[in-house]
C-alpha cells in the first residue's frame, strides 16, 4: 500500500498493484510453489518479468532483499536457471547487470548494439563482438560469468 495513502497500492510494473514479497506468508507462498515446480514438475528454471518489482521496497529496488536471498541460499532454487528481466517502471527499475549470482539477466544492450551492427551502422563491430563474449562490464564485477548474459538474437532481427 501506499504509505502515503494507504488506499491505493504500489506499483512497481505499470500493470497494476505488485507482490508485497516482504510479507514473510506471501514469500513463502512463492518459494513453495517455485519449488513445486522445480521438484514435482521438473521445470529447470523460471524467467521472471520485470524482476526488479520482485525485491522493490518502498525505497525503491534492493538487492539484499529477502525474495533474492532466498532464491541464493535455498537448496533447489539455487540450483536451477533464474532468469530476470532486469528493468520495470518503478524508480530505479533498470537493473541490467545488477542481479546476484546465480541470477542470469536479459541483455538489453546486446538487442540495441545488434539491431544496429544488422544495419550496418559503423563502428558496431567492436562492440558487438564485447556483447557476444557475454557483455564482461555488465556481468564480471560481481564474479558472474559470460552465461549471465540472456542474449536475444532474434529480438535483435525484429527491431532492425
Request: glycine content about 10%.
Amino acid at each position: 500500500m501506499r504509505p502515503e495513502n494507504p488506499r491505493f497500492y504500489l506499483d512497481f510494473t505499470g500493470t497494476g498493484n505488485t507482490f508485497n514479497l516482504l510479507n514473510p506468508r506471501t514469500l513463502q507462498l512463492v518459494t513453495d510453489s517455485l519449488r513445486y515446480w522445480v521438484e514435482d514438475m521438473h521445470v529447470d528454471g523460471f524467467r521472471f518479468d520485470l524482476a526488479p518489482a520482485s525485491c522493490a521496497n518502498r525505497e525503491g529496488v534492493n538487492m539484499l532483499h529477502p525474495f533474492l536471498q532466498v532464491t541464493q541460499q535455498d537448496p533447489i532454487l539455487s540450483q536451477v536457471k533464474l532468469i530476470a528481466e532486469p528493468w520495470d517502471v518503478g524508480e530505479g527499475g533498470y537493473q541490467v547487470g545488477n542481479f546476484p549470482a546465480p541470477w542470469s539477466e536479459w541483455n538489453g544492450k546486446i538487442s540495441r548494439c545488434g539491431s544496429q551492427f544488422l544495419k550496418g551502422d559503423e563502428g558496431r563491430i567492436g562492440e558487438m563482438g564485447y556483447r557476444l563474449a557475454g557483455s564482461p562490464d555488465l556481468y564480471q564485477h560481481n564474479g558472474r560469468r559470460p552465461y549471465a548474459s540472456i542474449n536475444f538474437v532474434t529480438r535483435m532481427m525484429v527491431s532492425r
